[in-house]
C-alpha cells in the first residue's frame, strides 16, 4: 500500500488534472521541511466542495460549511479543504461566517507562521519535497525556529483561545522559541482560556504531556499563567521534579500524575495528595477517559504506597504490589523523587523474584477446582481463592493438592456451622 504521502499526492494531482489549484498544506509542510515525519498530510485547494466529491470516489463530509472534507485514497484518510477567509469569531471557537477565497487568505487566517505554509509537491523545477508557497513569513521563522502568530497576536489568540495552548505545544515539541509579541498577547489572554471547552483543553493536554517534551511544555504553561485555567486549580510555580525525570514513553495518566505531584508539593509542601480529591478533580478539568482517570488514580496511590506503607507489607501484598499495572510508572515518579528510595523498592523486588514461586507465579487453584472439589459458588470464593494464592506467594503452599487442602480448610472455617469465622491462615 502506498504511503500517506504518495496518498496526498494523488489526490493533488487530480485535483490539478481537473484544473484546480492545490497544494499540501499546514503542520505536514512544516515537518517535512524539518527533516520530520508528518502524522498525517492535508490538501488546500481551489476546489469547491462539490468538484471534490464529484473527483473521488470515498468522501466524507466532516466539514463541508467550511469546505472540509476528508478523502479516502489507497487506505488513508486525508483532509482536503478549500482556499476560505473567516468572519469574527463570536463564540472564541468557529468562524461565524466563511467565504471560499484565495490561497493567500487561506493562508493569513491560520493560527502560526509556521502552519500556514504550502507545498507544490509536484514542481520538479524545486528541490525536494517541492516548491514552497510562503505568504506570511514562515519560512524565515521556520529558520528561526520561531512560534509566530500571523498577523497580530492578539487578534488570533482572540479568535480561538486553545490557540494559546497551541503554541505551547508546538514550541515545546519542536524545540521553538515563542515570538514575544506572541508570547506577551498569550500571557493577556491566559484567562480567557476559561472559555474553551474542557473535551479541547483536554485533548492538548494529552499531547503535551504525552510527548518527551512535556516538562518543558508544563514549564511554559506555569511561565503563562495557562496552568490555572488547564488544570481548572490555582496558578503554581512548581519545580517539575518529578515531571522532568520520567522516561521519554512515559504514559500521558503518569506525566498528569507526576506533574500534579509536583504543583501539589509546591503549594502544601506535602509528599502526597488526597487521591479521593486529585483524580476526579483532575477528570473533571481534561474530560479523562475511564481508563485515563483509573490509571491516573493507581499511579497516585501507588506512589503513595512506594513511598508510605511498602517497607512494612507483607511478602505476598509487596509481591501483588509489584505484578501490579501501576508499579512501574509509580516507581519512575518515586526515583524522580527520591533515587535512593526507588533504589531500595527495586532491591526489595529483585529479593521477591528470588523468593518461592517469584513475584506473580500461575495459580494454584481456580474457582472450576473448587467448584470439582464439591464447594458451591458464592461470595467467598474469591475471598478462598485470594488467601491461598497469598499463600502460595509466601511459599507456604507448593503444589495444587496443598492449596486444594489450604482452600477445603479455609471453606470449612467460613461455613456457618463455625460461627467463629475462618482461622488464620
Known sequence: MPDARSAALEIV??????GHESYLAGGCVRDELLGLKPDDYDVATAARPDAVRSLFRSVSEVGVSFGVMLVRQRGHVVEVATFREEGAYTDARRPDQVRFSTAEADARRRDFTVNALFLDPLDDSA???????????GLPDLARRLIRAVGAPDDRLAEDHLR??????????????????????????SSELRGVSRERIGDEARKMLGHRSRAVAAARLQELGLDAPTLDEPPTRAPLTALHGLPADASFPTALAAWSLDRLAARDGGPHADVSLLAPRLRRALCLSNDESAALRAVLEGVATLEGRWAAMGVAAQK???????????????????????????????????????IAPAALLTGDDLIGAGLAPGPSFKRTLDAVYDAQLEGRVAGRDEALALALRLAAEASPRNPGGPASV
Not at 494531482?13 to 481537473?18: K, V, Y
Not at 526507588?342 to 528470588?354: C, G, I
Open 13 to 18: 494531482a487530480a485535483l490539478r488534472s481537473a
Open 127 to 137: 528541490p525536494p519535497p517541492g516548491r514552497v508557497i510562503d505568504f506570511v513569513g
Open 320 to 358: 501483588r504490589a509489584a505484578a501490579s499495572d501501576w508499579f512501574e510508572p509509580a516507581l519512575s515518579i518515586v526515583s524522580a523523587r527520591s533515587f535512593p528510595a526507588a533504589e531500595a523498592v527495586r532491591a526489595r523486588r529483585s529479593e521477591l523474584a528470588a523468593l518461592g514461586p517469584g
Open 164 to 189: 494559546a495552548l497551541r503554541a505551547v505545544r508546538l514550541a515545546s515539541r519542536l524545540g521553538f522559541e515563542i515570538d514575544p509579541d506572541t508570547n506577551a498577547a498569550i500571557e493577556r489572554h
